[in-house]
């Protein structure tokens, strides 16, 4: 999966965003994703083609936890991407 380059990511301070890259004004809430710094880790690694295993590899070595829960949090984190149609596969 690779994430969609009709989307990108903002940022405000410590908070990220990712939107529709032709539309920063009047966004519903369906239309973006706000995100912590964990997601904005795992998008910039959507910038290439990656599978669910080797986000979950990438998100555990960088922050030194237990593979399972990067598995989780990886996995959740590619819903709420999929909602807004932020990846493709």
Known sequence: M???NTFTLRNIG???FILPADRTAFLSTDQMLTINE???YL???LQ???T???LASALQNYYQIDYEMAYEDTKGFL???QKI???SE
């Open 2 to 4: 690779r994430a969609n």
């Open 14 to 16: 410590d908070i990220y």
């Open 38 to 40: 964990t997601g904005a």
């Open 43 to 45: 998008w910039n690694c």
């Open 48 to 50: 290439k083609n990656v």
């Open 52 to 54: 669910l295993e080797e």
């Open 79 to 81: 819903v709420s991407l």
């Open 85 to 87: 149609h932020a990846i």
